[in-house]
């Protein structure tokens, strides 16, 4: 089971949607455009303790010129709650315990966020990025029917492993509408944001594992 790659771009779709919040807190580089940009969309999201989307993730192998696309759904609760669901992998989380779900092999493990809060949690790997980076506006382009600006965010040293990083924020509502990054490998990773709610009132049993029938359970607390 690819549990490792999917947390990894499970991760980076969560770095996508929590990102702003803190970036202007953190930015330690950039035009004052692209932080005015990031200041107003981390006003939009301080006021919302929820948030719902759902996503199209095409990953490019650059090795083997190989183009990997799938879908799925983001729920982010209050705290460090979150669901990740795609078709084959569900990540939940509770603030406290982390459930990974194989779907086709009906298995799921089972960790303590504490333990692995250095490489899951989203909010510690967002200021862990954020910190090396400084964003700069190219301008405007229109994604998917919304005016966005197109920010584009450099690391400050060449062993990064993002090597560069490019957002579309929507003008008018001042969320994410696609990101894109380039890795150390040179492959590409693209995210298409849609339908994004925010401050909807979300169950907490949405952030609970519902156990299936004869689910191979690896309990790793």
Not at 72 to 95: A, N, S, V
Not at 164 to 173: A, E, H, N, P, R
Request: glycine share 4%; aromatic share 12%; hydrophobic share 40%.
């Amino acid at each position: 089971m690819k549990v490792t790659t999917f947390r990894k771009s499970a991760l980076a779709l969560v770095l996508l949607q929590l990102i702003f919040p803190f970036f202007n807190q953190v930015l330690s580089a950039g035009d004052s455009k692209a932080k005015e940009i990031i200041r107003k969309v981390q006003q939009k999201f301080t006021k919302a303790q929820t948030l719902e989307a759902e996503f199209t993730q095409t990953f490019h192998w650059t090795m083997v010129d190989e183009v990997q696309t799938f879908n799925g759904k983001l729920l982010i609760g209050p705290g460090d709650k979150f669901r990740i669901e795609t078709q084959e992998q569900f990540i939940i989380c509770d603030g406290k315990t982390v459930w990974t779900y194989d779907i086709p092999n009906n298995q799921v493990i089972i960790d303590d966020l504490q333990k692995t809060e250095s490489t899951l949690l989203p909010k510690k790997l967002l200021v862990k990025y954020s910190k090396e980076f400084s964003a700069k506006l190219l301008g405007k382009e229109t994604i998917g029917g919304f005016l966005c600006y197109h920010l584009q965010l450099l690391p400050h040293t060449e062993d990064n492993y993002i090597q560069k990083m490019d957002v579309w924020i929507d003008g008018k509502q001042w969320i994410t509408r696609r990101l894109s990054y380039v890795d150390v490998n040179q492959n590409v990773t693209i995210y298409e944001i849609k339908n994004m709610i925010l401050g909807k009132k979300l169950s907490n049993d949405l952030f609970q594992f519902q156990f299936p029938p004869q689910v191979e359970v690896i309990d790793m607390r």
